[in-house]
Structure formats: C-alpha cells, structure tokens
C-alpha cells in the first residue's frame, strides 16, 4: 500500500472533493458508505472518532442534507477477499457450507465450482456489487485517497491505525483461469473500478 498520507488525487477528484468540502461547510452532514471487503473497518477507525456518518454495508439514499463517499477496490481482489472470509468463517450458508467442510479445495477448485447464480443465492453474507454501492455517491476512492481526501474533507488524519480484518488465505489465491471468470461475473464493475481509478 503506498503511502496513505502521501497519495496525490487525480484533479478531477479534487474537484469533487472542493465541492464537497464547500457543502459540508454549508451544513451538509458526510457520510461514509462502507462497501464490504473494500478496508472498510480500516477506514472506520478514522471515521468513527469524528461526526461522520457509517452507513455499515448498506447502500446509500441521496439526500439534499448529505454528502457522501466510498472506498472501492478491484473486484477480482475483492472477491478473493470475500471468498476467502466467508470461508474462514464457516458461515451457515448451505452454498458456502459445503465447501467450507472440504478443507482440501483451493480457492480456484471452489471458483470452478461456483456459478454466478450460486453467489447471488447466498443469504448470510450477500455479495452486492460495486455498483450497488457506489450508486449516487458523491465520490468514489482507493484505499490510497483515502486519507488524503478525509484530509482535504478538514478531518484529522494524523493517528495512525492498523489495517484490520484481512482475509487470512489458507486456501492459495486465484489463478489467471479463476480470474477469467470471476471478470465475466462482475464486468460492469470491472469498468466501474477502471473509471475511478483514471488519471
């Protein structure tokens, strides 16, 4: 992870960002949109010592009194991220269940598995897309702006926290042919991370 203090943002964010500062000023309430498996919980360590909003996994309503912002990463590590957690937590999804009891399957034999339908179908922990979560949000972040965006939003960024909640990978990480078909699952997303992520 590259310096998070450090990181210089696009001009077109700081555009965004000057607005939204010039909102919050007004009297505008900030509201984080934390989308899972994105450094959320890192994240909430700065946010829940200020008066920002966390709106914890949950997608975000445009309101004339908000602003709002989200952190974002690339889907495919995202979703190895994801796979990785609700396997290391055994969740009770009768989908997951299976796979989690085989501890001798890799993260790709369960990919090659896995359907799309299969993913969607899953209840306990449901994996909705960027998309989902960036929808009407003011702006959108790597885990590198992040930082410097809360700094120029006038926040203290100076306490430093750890990185929290990593999926451990006890099950290897995913091969080109995985990959493949996780960007075919999730390919709006896959243009929706390229888009924030222009120079």
């Not at 889907?75 to 990785?84: A, W």
């Not at 700094?151 to 006890?170: C, E, F, M, W």
Request: charged share 30%.
């Amino acid at each position: 992870m590259a310096s998070l203090h450090k990181m210089e943002l696009p001009p077109w964010k700081l555009d965004i960002i000057r607005t939204m500062k010039t909102k919050l000023d007004s009297g505008r309430e900030l509201v984080f949109v934390h989308t899972p498996k994105c450094a959320g919980q890192y994240c909430a360590q700065y946010i829940n010592s200020t008066n920002i909003r966390n709106n914890v996994h949950t997608k975000y309503e445009r309101s004339d009194n908000t602003v709002a912002f989200t952190v974002i990463r690339d889907p495919i590590k995202r979703f190895e991220s994801y796979l990785n957690y609700i396997l290391e937590h055994n969740v009770s999804d009768p989908t997951i269940h299976i796979y989690a009891n085989r501890l001798n399957m890799s993260l790709d034999d369960i990919v090659r598995d896995l359907t799309l339908e299969k993913v969607q179908r899953l209840r306990t922990i449901p994996f909705r897309t960027l998309a989902y979560y960036t929808e009407d949000v003011d702006l959108v972040l790597t885990i590198d702006e992040f930082l410097p965006a809360l700094a120029l939003l006038g926040y203290d960024t100076n306490t430093v926290h750890p990185i929290r909640n990593v999926s451990q990978k006890r099950r290897g990480v995913l091969n080109e042919e995985s990959k493949a078909k996780i960007r075919e699952w999730y390919k709006d997303d896959i243009e929706l991370f390229r888009f924030f992520t222009r120079i």
